[in-house]
C-alpha cells in the first residue's frame, strides 16, 4: 500500500532525527496510527517501504509495544489503571461499573464501535487515583457518578 | 519548613514556559558552567556533590559520567530517561509538565561535561502532556540559544531530540531503553559493556532520570557545600517522594532524605485512611514492603538498602489495615510477569507460576505447600535473572511472605480472603 504523501513527508522528516533509518520505525508507527484507524498489516509494509528497511522489523515493533493498536478499536479506548495504587483506591469497582454500564467485558468493544475497554499499568496519576485515560486524555480523583458523567457526556 | 528547590517554580501558573523560568533564575547556572568551567572540572563538582541517580539504583552521578572515554574516536552520546513507569511514581511527569526547563538546563550541562552533542529524551508515550511541553521547551530553549549549535557563544552545540515510548516498562531498564531508541525491541543487553564504553548506536553513553538532571543547575547555582548540606551525608540533595495508596493527603512532596518513613506518612501525608499503617512500600513497587514496625527505618539510599529493600523511585506507597496484602502482592507479580520481555527463563515461566500460585491463595484454594513453592521459585529467579526485573519482583514477593505469612496463612485456613 502508498502511504499518503504528507505521512510520508512526516516520515521522512522525523528519520532525521536520528542516524539511522531503524530508529525511525516507532515515531513513524506514531504517525501511521494518528492517519488511519489501525496499523494493518499494509500500512506496516508501507512504512518499510518508506524507510527502506526490511518489513519484519515494522511487524516486531508494532506487535511489542502495546500502545500500538494492530486491531481495530472503538472510537473511545478506555484504559483504567488498575496497578497498586489505584487498586488501593478501588478501581475494581470502577471496573465492574464500566463493565456493567457499557455491556462489555474489559478487552471488549461496544457494538456500535464507540467504546473499547482495556486495563492498564500504571499512568503515573497514584496521588489522584483511582484515574483511567480516554484515548489521550487523563481523567483523575474518580468515582462511579463522576465516570457516570463522563460516559455520558461522550454518548451525547 | 525545608526549603523547596525541585518543586520551588511549580506553584506559579506559567512555570512551564521559558519566560517564567528566567525570570525565577533559570539558565543562570548553565551561563556559568560554560564560562567558568572545563567538562573536567564539572565532572569533578558533581562527583563532590555526591549526587546519587533518582532513577531508581542510586548510582553516583559524577562517577558514572567519569567512565566515558576522553580519547574515543566516537562522540558520546546523552539520554534521559524519562520512561517512569515504575507503579507508584509520578514525579517525573510533574518535572516535565510543571518544569520542563529544569530538567532540560540539567541536561545540557551535563552534555557539556560528557562531550555529548545529541541527547534523546525517552518519555513513556502515556504522558502526552510532558512530550507537548518537553518540544516546546526545547523549540524555545534553541530560539535563546541555550540549545543549538553554538550554546550561550561558548562554541557548545548540543540538539535534543524526543524519542516516544509506547507502552512496555521494561524500555526504563537503560540497555532495555537504547534498543528501544534503536528501534528494536525493548529487551535488556548484557552488560558489560557498560553504556558509558559502548551504548546507543555502539558509542559511549549516558543516561540519567529526569529528576538527577533536574539537580544540576542547583549543584552549580548554590555550590557544592550547599549541595551536601541537604540530607545525610551519603544521600545527598533535594528529593522528590511520590505518595499514594491509602493515605489521606496523597502527592508529590520534596524533602530531604533522611526522613522516617514515619514523618512521612504523619507530617506529609496525614496518615493512613484508617488511622492504622500495616505495610508501607518505600520506593516503587520493586522495593521490598515493611510492615508497621519498621516505620522509623529513614527513606534514603543507605538506611533502606541496610534494611533489606531500596529508595528505587521514591514512590512510597501505603497500605491501611483494610488492605489485603496477599491480594497486593498478587497484583504486584501479575504486572511483572505481563511487563516481563520474555527473554529470560526465570523471570517469563517463573513469575507466570508464581502468579497463579498467588491467584490461587487469594482465592481460599491455597495449600501450605504453595507457600514453599513461592519460596522456592523466588530464589530461583532472584539468582538467574537477566535483568533486574526478575530480582525486584521475586524481592518484593519475599518481603511480603517474609512479614505477613500469617495473612497467607490465615487465607489458607479460612479458605478465602478475610479482606473481601
Ligand atoms: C525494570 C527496570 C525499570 C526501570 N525503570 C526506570 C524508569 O522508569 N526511569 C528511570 O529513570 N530509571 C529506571 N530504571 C533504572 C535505569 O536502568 C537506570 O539505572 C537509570 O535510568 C539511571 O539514571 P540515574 O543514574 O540518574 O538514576 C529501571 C531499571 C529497571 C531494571
Ligand atoms: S529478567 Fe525478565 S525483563 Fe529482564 S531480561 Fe529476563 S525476561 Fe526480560
Redesign the interface.
Known amino acids: 500500500m502508498e502511504l499518503s504523501k504528507k505521512l510520508i513527508e512526516q516520515i521522512q522528516l522525523v528519520a532525521e532525527n536520528y542516524p539511522n533509518r531503524r530508529s525511525a520505525i516507532m515515531p513513524a508507527l506514531y504517525l501511521a496510527q494518528n492517519r488511519y484507524d489501525c496499523l494493518h498489516g499494509e500500512v506496516l509494509k508501507g512504512i518499510a517501504n518508506v524507510l527502506e528497511i526490511p518489513e519484519i522489523w515494522v511487524f516486531e515493533l508494532a506487535t511489542f509495544y502495546t500502545m500500538y493498536n494492530t486491531e481495530p478499536m472503538g472510537k473511545y479506548h478506555i484504559q483504567l489503571c488498575t496497578n497498586i495504587p489505584c487498586q488501593l483506591r478501588k478501581a475494581d469497582i470502577l471496573k465492574r461499573f464500566l463493565e456493567d454500564r457499557l455491556h462489555i467485558k474489559t478487552g471488549e468493544t461496544t457494538l456500535d464501535g464507540k467504546f473499547t475497554l482495556s486495563t492498564v499499568e500504571c499512568i503515573g496519576s497514584c496521588d489522584k487515583a483511582p484515574a483511567l485515560m480516554i484515548n489521550q486524555d487523563y481523567h483523575e480523583h474518580l468515582d462511579e457518578n463522576r465516570v457516570g458523567e463522563i460516559l455520558d457526556q461522550l454518548n451525547e | 519548613m525545608f526549603e523547596k528547590v525541585l518543586l520551588k517554580n511549580m506553584d506559579h501558573p506559567e512555570s512551564h514556559t521559558i519566560g517564567a523560568y528566567e525570570a525565577a533564575g533559570g539558565y543562570k547556572a548553565l551561563a556559568t558552567v560554560l564560562k567558568k568551567y572545563t567538562p573536567d572540572e564539572v565532572i569533578k563538582q558533581v562527583k563532590a556533590s555526591n549526587l546519587r541517580g533518582r532513577g531508581g539504583a542510586g548510582f553516583p552521578t559524577g562517577l558514572k559520567w567519569s567512565f566515558v572515554p576522553k580519547d574515543s574516536a566516537k562522540i558520546p552520546y546523552l539520554c534521559c530517561n524519562a520512561d517512569?513507569?515504575?507503579?507508584?511514581?509520578?514525579k517525573d511527569?510533574a518535572l516535565m509538565e510543571k518544569d520542563p526547563h529544569m530538567m532540560i538546563e540539567g541536561m545540557i550541562i551535563a552534555a557539556y561535561a560528557i562531550g555529548a552533542k545529541i541527547a534523546y529524551i525517552y518519555i513513556?508515550?502515556?504522558?502526552?502532556?510532558c512530550i507537548n511541553r518537553v518540544e516546546k521547551a526545547i523549540k524555545d530553549a534553541t530560539e535563546k540559544e541555550y540549545l543549538g549549535a553554538d550554546i550561550l557563544k561558548s562554541g557548545f552545540a548540543l540538539e535534543v531530540?524526543v524519542?516516544?515510548?509506547?507502552?512496555?516498562?521494561i524500555c526504563g531498564e537503560e540497555t532495555a531503553l537504547l534498543e528501544?531508541?534503536?528501534?528494536?525491541?525493548?529487551q535488556p543487553k548484557l552488560k558489560p559493556p557498560f553504556p558509558a564504553i559502548s551504548g546507543l548506536?555502539d558509542c559511549p553513553t549516558v543516561i540519567n532520570n529526569v529528576e538527577t538532571f533536574a539537580c544540576l543547575p542547583h549543584i552549580f547555582e548554590r555550590g557544592v557545600d550547599w549541595f551536601c548540606s541537604i540530607g545525610p551525608e551519603g544521600s545527598p540533595g533535594p528529593k522528590l517522594f511520590?505518595?499514594?495508596?491509602?493515605i489521606n493527603k496523597?502527592?508529590?512532596y520534596e524533602a530531604p532524605m533522611g526522613i522516617t518513613m514515619r514523618e512521612m506518612i504523619e507530617e506529609y501525608g496525614g496518615g493512613a485512611c484508617s488511622g492504622q499503617v500495616k505495610a508501607v512500600?518505600p520506593g516503587g513497587?520493586s522495593a521490598p514492603m515493611f510492615p508497621v514496625s519498621d516505620l522509623d527505618i529513614k527513606l534514603d539510599f543507605e538506611s533502606l538498602a541496610a534494611a533489606g529493600s531500596m529508595l528505587g523511585s521514591a514512590?512510597v506507597?501505603v497500605?491501611d489495615d483494610s488492605?489485603c496484602v496477599v491480594?497486593?502482592i498478587t497484583?504486584?507479580t501479575e504486572?511483572f510477569n505481563?511487563?516481563s520481555c520474555g527473554k529470560c527463563t526465570p523471570c517469563r515461566e517463573g513469575l507466570d507460576w508464581c502468579a497463579k500460585i498467588l491467584r490461587r491463595l487469594e482465592s481460599g484454594d491455597g495449600k501450605l505447600e504453595d507457600l514453599d513453592q513461592l519460596e522456592a521459585l523466588c530464589s530461583t529467579i532472584f539468582g538467574n535473572s537477566f535483568c533486574a526485573l526478575g530480582v525486584g519482583a521475586s524481592w518484593a514477593l519475599q518481603a511480603a511472605l517474609k512479614h505477613f505469612r500469617a495473612e497467607f496463612v490465615q487465607h489458607i485456613e479460612e479458605k478465602g480472603c478475610p479482606f473481601h
Open positions: 517512569e513507569g515504575e507503579p507508584g511514581t509520578f511527569r513513556r508515550g502515556e504522558y502526552e502532556l531530540y524519542h516516544r515510548g509506547a507502552g512496555a516498562y528501544s531508541i534503536e528501534g528494536r525491541r525493548a548506536y511520590c505518595l499514594s495508596g491509602q496523597p502527592g508529590l512500600i513497587v514512590g506507597i497500605l488492605a491480594n497486593t497484583r504486584i504486572f505481563h511487563e
